[in-house]
T-cell receptor, first 114, second 116 residues
Framework: AQKVTQAQTEISVVEKEDVTLDCVYE???????LFWYKQPPSGELVFLIR??????QNEISGRYSWNFQKSTSSFNFTITASQVVDSAVYFC???????????FGQGTRLTINP | DTGVSQDPRHKITKRGQNVTFRCDPI?????LYWYRQTLGQGPEFLTY????????KSRLLSDRFSAERPKGSFSTLEIQRTEQGDSAMYLC??????????????FGDGTRLSIL
């Protein structure tokens, strides 16, 4: 069975602080994809990144960076110099190659205080 | 670019009533998905279509739920004889095949269902 665990239910930081959201996954498949989505108060899930299981290169996009480590089955997400607009619920998700069902974690509610 | 569109945004109804939601995917996307999200949880997969064919259904999709995508474009999700436990956000997503496996699913704003 596949499972995604986001142990941090809520995180609150002051603006400009760096913050890391943890994601640990379980799967028996050798080929799979990992995703991060952002859900602002409006409700729409916004796609942030997709990573396949064979690509462990870390990725940076502006203030966002992702650290994928197969050895620890983790796919962590760091926001540097956080801003109030980063406040949202963030979901990590997993899908097997060729499958259609995204398996989501429970989400981490991130609050950035001015 | 027009994203995934869902209608209505909110639906309040009495227990026992039937409700229907609509989803319009991104125009060139051939796959369409329905998920359900309850408060404080991540979305859970309900079903998906490739074009007009419904190819997978979750065990969460009881007999009271039915989804259609008659012409391979928009989709409807109907819940019959609604129950309190059906209160949730219903999310629709779409994706495009043909450009490699597991292209990202793009989500709409969701329909929030409240059962009185």
């Amino acid at each position: 069975a596949q499972k995604v665990t986001q142990a941090q239910t809520e995180i609150s930081v002051v603006e400009k602080e760096d913050v890391t959201l943890d994601c640990v996954y379980e799967t028996r498949d050798t080929t799979y994809y990992l995703f991060w989505y952002k859900q602002p108060p409006s409700g729409e899930l916004v796609f942030l990144i997709r990573r396949n299981s064979f690509d462990e290169q870390n990725e940076i996009s502006g203030r966002y960076s992702w650290n994928f480590q197969k050895s620890t089955s983790s796919f962590n997400f760091t926001i540097t110099a956080s801003q109030v607009v980063d406040s949202a619920v963030y979901f990590c998700a997993l899908i097997s190659a060729g499958a259609q069902k995204l398996v989501f974690g429970q989400g981490t509610r991130l609050t950035i205080n001015p | 670019d027009t994203g995934v569109s869902q209608d209505p945004r909110h639906k309040i109804t009495k227990r026992g009533q039937n409700v229907t939601f609509r989803c319009d995917p991104i125009s060139e996307h051939n796959r369409l998905y329905w998920y359900r999200q309850t408060l404080g949880q991540g979305p859970e997969f309900l079903t998906y279509f490739q074009n007009e064919a419904q190819l997978e259904k979750s065990r969460l999709l009881s007999d009271r739920f039915s989804a259609e995508r008659p012409k391979g474009s928009f989709s409807t999700l109907e819940i019959q004889r609604t129950e309190q436990g059906d209160s949730a956000m219903y999310l629709c997503a779409s994706s495009l095949t043909g450009q490699g496996l597991n292209q990202p699913q793009h989500f709409g704003d969701g329909t929030r269902l409240s059962i009185l």
